[in-house]
């Protein structure tokens, strides 16, 4: 800050069964900046929700190896850190992006992931929740998926929007739920959580848990 400013902030100790309040991130950016919430050690869980009303991404991994993610409005997404989590847009137009952020642990009480697709997102096309593609740890990591709408919703097991294969682990009915347990081999290297809708008219709705580790 200008010499003679004030600045005010809080930090906490996020490791472990702590409660503690959500990282943030608020601020007005285009494609030229790229700012940094994470620099986190390689291997851990993170969930970030996009609480704004913009669009916006997450990259992270080493040069060669990156991976960018999109985040929706009222969408969340878990990921595995690989080296500094950066926020960024496509756009030369400034883009207001609010975030909240949170590490996952098995016994941090921590909000619910969520997915909201209207007809308008097109929802009968692919929408990343979990990215699991830099994890290389034995233990599974469990979740728990839950149709809170009221049309199906596939889940699918793709390794990149673009990528040749996919997987559908289930078509999900309304008001039902599915666990799934993920390892570093990741449905044949599958590793990344996609849902959809069964039609472009059928909006859908979601929310998933972080259920823990098992080895």
Do not use: C, M
């Amino acid at each position: 800050v200008e010499d003679g400013d004030t600045i005010e902030g809080i930090y906490d100790f996020v490791e472990g069964n702590f409660d503690v309040r959500n990282g943030r991130y608020s601020g007005k950016f285009n494609n030229t900046k790229s700012p940094a919430i994470i620099h986190g050690r390689k291997g851990s869980l993170y969930r970030i929700f996009n609480s704004g009303d913009d669009e916006f991404q997450v990259k992270y991994g080493i040069a060669g190896q990156s991976v960018t993610s999109v985040i929706s409005k009222r969408q969340s997404h878990d990921f595995v850190v690989d080296g500094i989590v950066q926020l960024a847009v496509s756009g030369s137009a400034a883009v207001d992006v609010k975030a909240i952020y949170d590490y996952l642990e098995q016994q941090k009480p921590i909000r619910s992931g969520r997915f909201t697709l209207g007809v308008a997102d097109s929802p009968n096309v692919l929408h990343e929740i979990i990215n699991f593609s830099k994890y290389s740890e034995s233990q599974h990591l469990l979740y728990r998926i839950f149709n809170s709408g009221d049309h199906p919703i596939e889940i699918v097991a793709k390794a990149s929007f673009a990528g040749p294969t996919e997987e559908v682990l289930k078509t999900l009915e309304s008001e039902q739920t599915y666990d799934i347990g993920l390892d570093k081999n990741g449905f044949s290297s599958k590793k990344v959580i996609w849902v959809r809708s069964t039609a472009a008219t059928k909006p859908i709705d979601g929310i998933y848990e972080f259920l823990g580790f098992d080895d």
